[in-house]
């Protein structure tokens, strides 16, 4: 199957589970009841949840530098336009096309290979998953969580704990696996220079885990991501604030965690569907009736769609792109 096939077939598939994860999330909607909870929400209070989803960029761009290897980081403003360009990509494209845009962009503006520039986010992907696991269970104490996400993040955090620490392990070993690497290229009947070549590549993916061996700077991707989260889920609590939602401060926590892991399904692009069928549940388990939830999660979703595509769209004016050339450049 050639690599355009391929594309249309995975945009497909995505919009097919949109579209199902939408007739459930409207299946016994009353509109009447949706329209009430919109024309009553109190909308001043998302002028501090869209500050705090702005401010969110800047703290993931400062985590992002984190994740370059030494001898030079990434210069943060390089880091935070190829950011905001992403977030707008993956918005508008299927299969998370903006994450590989991010990758070119970085390396086309900074001194990074392109298979540098992945593996940091790769990483970026990986620490991300696991602090919302880790978020969900130090939700336990105070929540009484279903069976079902228990034993889903159990079985989420210990896979993704078990991928981190064996690519940091991989990454000691960079000469080790690189010879493995060229030796197995080259039995493929890959010529030897080659089987060099596509070896160096191919372990460069491991260069931003090699900085999570580093203590200190472990430790301030960690915090950096707790700080990052939490930011969302306190612009996620203002915005149940507008709905006048009577939930605690870790409602807003848990949905946005549920919301994260679900946004690893594949969907049509900006993961219409499953952000709001996520939503729904997790608010559901806290007693909130099912059109109110699904109103304020509209809204939600909305807010974070129009400030994500705006600040791409910044981003490209700072650099003088037109959205038509960038298209042109990462396709």
């Not at 001898?71 to 360009?85: E, F």
């Not at 918005?91 to 970085?106: K, Q």
Request: aromatic share 10%.
């Amino acid at each position: 199957m050639s690599m355009e096939k391929k594309q249309l077939a995975r945009l497909l598939a995505g919009i097919a589970i949109s579209v199902l994860a939408l007739a459930l999330v409207a299946r016994g909607m009353s509109w009447s009841s949706v329209q009430q909870a919109l024309a009553e929400a109190d909308y001043r209070w998302l002028v501090p949840a869209a500050l705090l989803t702005l401010l969110g960029l800047g703290m993931r761009a400062l985590r992002w530098q984190l994740l370059f290897p030494p001898p030079r980081p990434a210069r943060l403003g390089n880091l935070l336009d190829s950011l905001n360009i992403g977030y707008l990509l993956s918005n508008v494209l299927p299969a998370r096309l903006g994450d590989l845009a991010r990758a070119y962009l970085i390396s086309e503006w900074e001194a990074v290979g392109k298979a540098s520039a992945l593996s940091t986010i790769a990483s970026e992907r990986l620490v991300d998953a696991l602090t919302v696991v880790v978020f969900l269970f130090l939700l336990l104490p105070v929540l009484r969580l279903p069976d079902w996400t228990l034993r889903s993040g159990a079985v989420a955090g210990a896979l993704f704990l078990a991928g981190i620490l064996t690519l940091v392990w991989l990454a000691g070993r960079r000469q080790h696996v690189q010879r493995r690497l060229a030796g197995g290229l080259a039995r493929m009947r890959f010529a030897t220079r080659d089987a060099e070549r596509w070896a160096t590549r191919l372990v460069a993916l491991l260069d931003s885990f090699a900085t999570l061996r580093d203590p200190t700077t472990g430790f301030q991707i960690a915090l950096w991501s707790v700080i990052t989260w939490g930011d969302a889920a306190a612009a996620f609590y203002f915005v149940f604030r507008a709905f006048h939602l009577a939930v605690p401060p870790t409602a807003a926590v848990f949905t946005l965690a549920v919301i994260a892991l679900g946004m690893a399904v594949p969907a049509a692009p900006g993961q219409v569907g499953i952000f709001e069928g996520a939503g729904v549940v997790a608010l559901g388990l806290f007693g909130v009736q099912h059109d109110l939830a699904l109103s304020a999660i509209l809204v939600l979703h909305a807010m974070n769609y129009v400030l994500l595509s705006g600040a791409g769209f910044w981003s490209l004016a700072r650099r003088g792109l037109s959205y038509k050339q960038l298209l042109s450049q990462v396709r």
